[in-house]
């Protein structure tokens, strides 16, 4: 009787290793989300003195973006596979800007330049690289 059981209860702790082991490769997939495309997100930041404005990150469904800086504005294209993302900024506009707006806006540009990664996390896409940045959904 005592042997039945022991061997029950190997089976059924092998069993659930088993379960265990399929779940932990499926999880990656059945967890990955797609790319936001055809969204407009919002920099997760505190407005700059004196203004409201918030740096905004508008991407089509071809990856093709539109990216309004703290002042000037500029054209990129994301290229996503799988987690893994890099943003081609093109020329920036030329936009009178006080000095501190220009030094945000060239500060968040090379952000974005060297984003390696995305994931999103509630209600953000998180892009990370050389700085981590959060724009909300």
């Not at 003195?49 to 089509?60: A, E, H, N, Q, T």
Request: contains cysteine; aromatic residues 6%; glycine residues 8%.
């Amino acid at each position: 009787m005592q042997l039945r059981r022991m061997r029950g209860q190997r089976r059924s702790i092998a069993t659930a290793a088993m379960g265990g082991a399929i779940f932990l490769c499926m999880a990656p997939h059945a967890l990955a989300q797609p790319f936001p495309f055809g969204s407009e997100l919002v920099l997760d930041a505190e407005p700059m003195r004196g203004s409201k404005k918030l740096p905004v990150l508008d991407i089509g469904q071809n990856g093709a973006a539109d990216i309004e800086l703290w002042c000037n504005s500029v054209k990129a294209q994301l290229v996503v596979a799988a987690n893994t993302i890099t943003i081609i900024t093109g020329q920036m506009s030329s936009r009178q800007c006080p000095p501190n707006y220009a030094r945000a806006d060239d500060e968040l540009l090379t952000a974005l330049n060297q984003v390696t990664n995305w994931r999103l996390e509630e209600f953000a896409l998180v892009f990370t690289g050389g700085k981590t940045l959060r724009f909300r959904m």
